[in-house]
């Protein structure tokens, strides 16, 4: 009975943690990486952000010509 307090105790103060913070580290390492969908979805939202910064450019490039003072004094 003793002994198995003993193996307990130690499965509780050694093994036990080094098992939970070997589980962690497995699971951080594998989530650290991107997947090909993320990196894909990643890039689709890059090209979208160009074209909207595009086009927002042309639509301040029209009110400037057509509206002179539309822009607030900085």
Known sequence: ???LF???VIFLTVIAPIWIIAHYLVRWRA???MSRQDQRALGELWEISRRIESRIAALEKILD???PGWRPNR
């Open 65 to 67: 010509t057509e509206t």
């Open 31 to 33: 989530t650290r990486a």
């Open 1 to 3: 009975m003793f002994g």
């Open 6 to 8: 003993v193996l307990g």
